[in-house]
């Protein structure tokens, strides 16, 4: 995954639910 993918599904994400996907989002990438 590039950081351009990266950035793309976070702003989607962001936009679909705010914190809770963010979280989801986190645990996708595998900062979590």
Known sequence: ???DE???KL???LQ???RK???AL???I???
Do not use: P, V
């Open 6 to 8: 990266i950035d793309w």
């Open 16 to 18: 679909s639910d705010g």
């Open 26 to 28: 986190g645990e996708t």
């Open 1 to 3: 995954m590039t950081l």
């Open 11 to 13: 702003i989607t994400e």
């Open 21 to 23: 996907t963010f979280k």
């Open 30 to 32: 595998g900062f979590t």
